[in-house]
């Protein structure tokens, strides 16, 4: 997409395909057409990687109806700032995801139902567009039983 700024000068937008880390570098524009060419400053192109923890949530405690974590999204791979958290959960037999914003250190699951093993996993995200990582990877871990009532 190209955007007349005035009569000597253009903007113009450009997909680049295919970009790794390998591909931060400078780059320049050439332009040439029956009027004259045209060749641009250089200018940085920075490829950032969208952030994932590298460690599971920490389990912190357990209760038959929910589970206390900590998300563990200090340590990550992949670029921040991190400016928002999410928790996804499911049963390890189920086919469901529910995902909730974090915003605290620590985090309580509730109303899980007892006696069910649950997969947890903390989704981080970076400003911009493709900001939003792929899920760490997976605390996998057991609420208690149900207490008997007599």
Known sequence: M????????FSSMVNVGDTSKHGTSQYRCVVRSNGGSGV???ANLSVKAPPSPIAPPELL???ATYLWIKPNANSIIGDGPIISKEVAYRTTSGN???T???DSPTYKLWHLDPDVEYE?????????E???GPPGPPLITRTKCAELVV
Do not use: D, Q
């Open 40 to 42: 641009s400053s250089y």
């Open 96 to 98: 469901w995801c529910e």
């Open 100 to 102: 909730f914003a974090v």
């Open 2 to 9: 190209t955007r007349v700024v005035n009569h000597r000068r």
């Open 120 to 128: 947890i996993k903390v989704i981080l995200s970076r400003p911009g």
């Open 61 to 63: 405690n357990v209760g």
């Open 130 to 132: 493709g900001g939003k």
